[in-house]
């Protein structure tokens, strides 16, 4: 397997190319998880929205998707075909789009639309994953909200919105200690203590 990894808005893909591109989210999210929804959703031919792929020849094998939120940049539609799986090629466009999303706005959030283990190792210094939402799909629908069959690719399983966050994380708070003394009657007994760490009265 020969790859090679391209970017692009989507205005200036070539239309066979992203033919492709989106017939092959369409059988990931569609055909192969049993899944009906609406995978072209209208955020592809927005302002700023970036696509990134990984073609073996003339095939496309693997597509991600940059969008540009209000308060974040985030990476989706994370889809591979099946004889590309466990080649590191979603890994690879994953650091790209990281990296992407690091050009476009080094001081944004990066919000990761996809499965947690879908995500790229630490892209920086002080940057980190954190999980900022876990879902848990019902018998009834799945991760998509469409209807869902019996099959083993809807199993039961948490679903995570990932993120990058640049903001500095403030510091925890101090633990003030629970100052233990003795009553005349030798019992035990809590000493009240207050915010700024001071005993009894303050």
Do not use: N
């Not at 792929?53 to 003339?58: I, L, P, S």
């Not at 706005?105 to 639309?113: E, H, M, Q, R, S």
């Amino acid at each position: 397997m020969t790859l090679t990894y391209h970017r692009a808005p989507t205005a200036q893909v070539d239309p066979l190319v992203l033919y492709r591109l989106l017939r092959l989210r369409v059988q990931v999210f569609v055909v192969e998880q049993h899944c009906a929804y609406e995978d072209l959703d209208g955020r592809d031919v927005e302002p700023g929205t970036e696509l990134l792929w990984a073609t073996d020849g003339d095939e496309v094998v693997s597509t991600v998707r940059v969008l540009h939120d209000p308060t974040a940049l985030r990476i989706g539609r994370v889809a591979t075909a099946p004889a590309a799986r466990s080649r590191g090629v979603a890994g690879e466009l994953m650091r790209r789009a990281v990296e992407r999303c690091t050009e476009l706005d080094p001081t944004a959030d990066i919000v990761l639309g996809a499965q947690a283990h879908l995500a790229p190792g630490t892209p920086g210094s002080g940057s980190r994953w954190t999980a900022s939402r876990t879902t848990r799909t019902t018998s009834r629908t799945c991760r998509c909200g469409g209807p869902r069959t019996r099959d083993k690719a809807h199993e039961r399983r948490p679903r995570r919105h990932l993120v990058i966050s640049r903001r500095r994380a403030r510091a925890p708070p101090v633990a003030v200690p629970r100052l233990i003394s003795l009553s005349s009657h030798g019992r035990r007994r809590p000493t009240p203590t207050h915010s700024c760490g001071a005993s009894g009265a303050c």
